[in-house]
């Protein structure tokens, strides 16, 4: 399977737990965002990465939670001190980026689903 | 304030026929892209089709073509000879600038069945 991967699908953790996603994009995608997906709406974006380089954060980003992209190939996403608002789908996805190639698509991974008990 | 507005909760259509989804957008720049996903139940967001803000013709792909009105800053996604496989939830997302990175804004999305 080519497609972007994350581990786990799915997360149970007690409030005030933290927790640590994990994304792998498709290999040759410089590009990669995470996105936080609730019941009944819309993702949103939470952060974007070039390469290794974190390049916007949404303010829905609180200082409990921190992405990185170490080598600029996979992405974690960890949230410290978890709470039940922290519920939700934690989607990752990336897209080629190039000065003379036209910019793709995103292609999402299956997410991880998040609950806090 | 970029804006997806997609009034549709949801939709029925039977086997074979047609469908259209509904989408308007609010944004005050030139340059855009509008995008549709669909999200079966796996939860995979799955890119259907692409229309830049730029583009003359109404975008196409397969079964998926995208009704678009500039100036009623409308994307309506059509279905064409509906399949079980097409009940799924579906989002409208814009892009800006058309060209930009993949920072979507999506709209609550609209849950389709198709019935037999």
């Known amino acids: 399977d080519t497609g972007v991967s994350q581990d786990p699908r799915h997360k149970i953790t007690k409030r005030g737990q933290n927790v640590t996603f994990r994304c792998d994009p498709i290999?040759?995608?410089?590009?990669l965002y995470w996105y936080r997906q609730t019941l009944g709406q819309g993702p949103e974006f939470l952060t974007y990465?070039?390469?290794?380089?974190?390049?916007?954060k949404s303010r829905l980003l609180s200082d409990r939670f921190s992405a990185e992209r170490p080598k600029g190939s996979f992405s974690t996403l960890e949230i410290q001190r978890t709470e039940q608002g922290d519920s939700a789908m934690y989607l990752c996805?990336?897209?080629?980026?190039?000065?003379?190639?036209?910019?793709?698509?995103?292609?999402f991974g299956q997410g991880t689903r998040l609950t806090v008990v | 304030a970029q804006k997806i507005t997609q009034t549709q909760p949801g939709m029925f259509v039977q086997e074979k026929e047609a469908v259209t989804l509904d989408c308007t957008y609010d944004?005050?720049?030139?340059?855009?892209?509008l995008f549709w996903y669909k999200q079966p139940s796996s939860g995979e967001m799955i890119f259907l089709i692409y229309?830049?803000?730029?583009?003359?013709q109404n975008a196409t792909e397969g079964r998926y073509s995208l009704n678009f009105q500039k100036a009623r800053k409308s994307a309506n996604l059509v279905i064409s000879a509906s399949q079980l496989g097409d009940s799924a939830m579906y989002f409208c997302?814009?892009?800006?600038?058309?060209?930009?990175?993949?920072?979507?804004?999506f709209g609550a999305g609209t849950r389709l069945a198709v019935h037999p």
């Open positions: 996805a990336s897209s080629l980026g190039h000065a003379t190639v036209r910019n793709t698509e995103a292609f």
């Open positions: 290999s040759e995608h410089n590009r």
């Open positions: 990465f070039q390469n290794e380089a974190q390049l916007e």
């Open positions: 944004t005050s720049d030139q340059s855009y892209g």
């Open positions: 229309q830049g803000s730029y583009d003359e």
């Open positions: 997302a814009m892009r800006r600038p058309s060209g930009g990175y993949n920072k979507l804004i």
